[in-house]
């Protein structure tokens, strides 16, 4: 098995060469991630400017290798054309899926002129500066010239790249490859038809889990305790301190610096520990997929293969392990012992305090069950943007009225509203539907790991993840992106994806714990 | 005067070109220090062997920008030839001074091909494993084949550079350009007939500044005081915490990873409080100048002139600041605050204790009026080698001889003496001088600085280091490498390069403190 990752000695003089500049993609791209992690962490101030500069060249010479004609070249040589990805040639499996990855990635990117990508640039620049304006003045009309310039250059680039008669496909295509709106608007529905019933079952319930939160509203944990427990947790989870590192950022990410060197980042809450410690969960999620790519596979194909299923590793071990009762059950002595402040709590109001599902305007701050409908939100006004059906002006009211439909609330401020997201101002349309298919490949492959290890919740309550770990990476992570996220949910699970295995797991879940 | 740091705008296409590499080069050497850096304070181990591969690219993609037929049909056409450096036209002093640096360092880079550059890289790399590997068995004749290898590669690098009658001259122009073996050996000569007489009158005298180092000796400091008196050292400096950082390594060092982001490190002993805070002095000097080098210069001119004049900085602010009666006089309540082991000494007392002079064995731990006795010797040593007067496996021995020689003093082993520093086994012949001549350098700039401030020494003692800054940034810093170091210090001082200066200051400070 493990021999499928290797690439062949003996390959054709053209693929060694594609390889050699995928290989110097990966490098650069790795650097870059440097780059980016000390932006975030450590980097004095004023050097943002020439960081910003040192960005944009890493990304230039990224691109020249892909979609250069180089590349073309050796691509065209082995036959690697949309209709006959592998060519003709014997080769091994890893090269023939570097040839379909890296076909893919330079038909895109080719299609993108370095005037164009210029200009997108730009307009994000523009974009993300002017957001952070108006989200401060709470004044969407100042972002809304901003955000219609990115749209009509995200239209010219689904244009551009072609591929279908649905333009926002050709977005999605970026981050969740061979995904589809039509297939997205489909199981989205169907989840919707479930999870508004359930929100508002839960919401009529005044239960324990709102007390035990409550309970523990009051309180300040030192930051330095919140670590503590967090590296516990890290360490149980066998996140590797030879591989990795545990940094404070403004906002929490993952990012791969080196096959063997992925970090991840947290922010601390005084007032709420388990938004640091969730993240910490999260972002080891994240880290172990990255880390888990078989070693003998090409660089470039050592990544996640969607951010769906990246999305799936982090959403698996916050939700599906970090929020279970076994799991406090393991760390209740420790989460006492770190931080004293929550000694007078039982495992069952942890438990429930970890647990509390209540509609807020904030997707970030949601929880597991109303996360969902924070994103059909964003799905269902950017489908109508890209299809013409909406106006960017007529976007803030529209925010309104699918949060009445969907969460029951209306944002009172546009800052808690359509202003409350980075992701437009940098022109990234198409990339909010992989946040809910996280979930729902979390849900399937969690469902499968159960069935392949039938004590797993008594694992869990013991502090053993070693075993879930392996599975993952066995089944997930080793073929990074050589897969397409279809293929490898078809391969794990057996099936196509499926919301009904993520609704069970919520149904079961939260009846129990609001005594439905 | 600030007009000629600007580049024309309207410079003929070559130039603006070839200045277009030289931008991407400067780019990707500071994205390539931040590698460095991150290896050296936090990058997890398991990272090494890609993160060498990611330096490896960014060294090919700098050697092909500088060394590649664009660059050299840019300079031809400028007519940047060694003889008629500048061209004809009417190019601003920023651009003749870019085209003059570009010029020197394209010839030298397209000297040497690619393979000659992979071999020396490789020798070096094996050089280091066995460097360690030998001074850690104490066994030069296991380092002696690998070390003959790197000799003879710098032998053929000196060739294919060429330059002149002196192999030495050829790979000492890479660190202090324009800089001969002759002019060095003769400075040096005339330093040695006064220096070890002085270490000898020293040496007869067992005087208070050894008792006072020893009183300290068996003390222990906490990192967090002596990291509080550095940093409040650093803010007298005006080292700016919004473009500079100070983290911990092995061996402290600076690295400029943009224009306005120069990073220092130090090391803390909890016996020697002073090795780290000397540290952070010297590293700061170093920091200070590539912060000083004028914004509107070339990117590639935004660093040191040459490794001599960037240690005159270093140790300027090491030595004739931070080992000065008046600098220990202004930090003394803080030396005495933060590390309060230290209460009972009089402010005679530390200042004889921070100027102890010993002969030893290492040069890093050297005082400075033994360290360039250190440097002298392995000058002779290298001039021998690269003249074919000394051969490899003699130089154990040709060591010991030196030392007593020139120190008085003689290893009892080979990690010791002949093994204790890592440059030869990177391949660095020619660098050691620069060390000394940094002390020289620095003398004749404190001597000028001193006629410049009348109050220099005033100023010191009451923490006002500003004026001294600005002088060194004005008359120092803002050319950056768009300057010779012998036209700097003929712009400077109005002279050459003299030892005079130096041994005046010796002689001044240690005939007062040991009663000479």
Chains 1, 2 share one sequence.
């Not at 990117?109 to 952070?132: K, P, T």
């Not at 809304?144 to 008669?165: C, D, F, M």
């Not at 589809?180 to 508002?200: C, D, W, Y």
């Amino acid at each position: 098995m493990s021999q499928r990752y290797k690439h062949a000695g003996d390959a054709p003089a053209a693929l060694k060469r594609a390889a050699q500049l995928a290989d110097e993609i990966g490098l650069l791209s790795h650097s870059s991630s440097l780059l980016g992690w000390d932006q975030e962490t450590y980097m004095p101030e004023a050097a943002l400017d020439e960081r910003a500069q040192q960005q944009a060249l890493l990304a230039r010479l990224m691109h020249e290798r892909l979609a250069g004609d180089e590349m073309a070249r050796c691509l065209d040589e082995l036959g690697a054309s949309p209709a006959r990805p592998f060519g003709t040639q014997q080769l091994s499996w890893a090269d023939q899926r570097l040839l379909r990855s890296l076909g893919r990635s330079h038909r895109r990117a080719a299609c993108l002129n370095a005037d164009f990508v210029s200009q997108l640039s730009v307009a994000a620049s523009l974009g993300q500066a002017n957001w952070i304006k108006a989200r401060h003045a709470n004044d969407f009309a100042h972002f809304a010239p901003y955000l219609s310039k990115l749209i009509e250059l995200k239209r010219q680039e689904a244009s551009l790249v072609g591929g279908g008669a649905e333009a926002y496909d050709a977005l999605l295509d970026e981050y969740e490859p061979g995904m589809g709106a039509a297939e997205i608007a489909t199981v989205f529905s169907k989840m919707r038809e479930q999870l508004v019933p359930l929100v508002a079952a839960i919401g009529q319930k005044s239960s324990s889990p709102a007390y035990a939160f409550d309970a523990l509203a009051g309180k300040n944990f030192l930051q330095a305790g919140q670590e503590q427990l967090g590296r516990a947790i890290l360490a149980a989870m066998h996140y590797p301190t030879d591989s990795g590192r545990l940094d404070v950022s403004a906002h929490p990410f993952t990012t791969t610096v080196g096959r063997k060197d992925v970090r991840i980042t947290t922010r601390y809450d005084q007032k709420n520990f388990f938004a640091g410690i969730s993240s910490i969960v999260h972002e080891a999620g994240h880290a172990l997929y990255e880390l888990g790519v078989h070693p003998d596979l090409h660089l470039m194909l050592s990544n996640g293969c969607s951010l769906g299923i990246h999305e799936s590793q982090s959403r698996l071990w916050e939700n599906m392990v970090g929020r279970s009762r076994a799991f406090w059950g393991h760390f209740l002595p420790q989460l006492q012992n770190f931080l004293p402040e929550t000694a007078g709590l039982s495992l069952q109001e942890i438990y429930q305090a970890a647990n509390r599902v209540k509609a807020s305007f904030i997707r970030v701050d949601a929880d597991e069950v109303t996360y969902s409908l924070h994103v059909m939100l964003r799905f269902e006004l950017e489908l109508g943007i890209m299809r013409g059906e909406l106006e960017v002006k007529d976007l803030s009211e529209a925010w309104r009225e699918k949060s009445r439909q969907l969460l029951g609330i209306v944002p009172p401020t546009d800052s808690q509203g359509v202003l409350q997201d980075i992701h437009w101002s940098m022109g990234s349309i198409g990339y909010f539907p992989t946040y809910a298919l996280g979930n729902l490949y979390a849900a399937m492959f969690y469902q499968q790991a159960s069935y392949d290890i039938p004590d797993l919740e008594a694992q869990v309550g013991q502090g053993q993840f070693l075993p879930l770990k392996n599975w993952l990476c066995s089944k997930i992570h080793q073929p990074g992106a050589a897969v397409l996220p279809s293929e490898l949910v078809q391969e794990v699970c057996g099936v196509r994806l499926d919301h009904q295995p993520f609704m069970n797991y919520l149904n079961r879940k939260y009846t129990q714990l609001y005594d439905l």
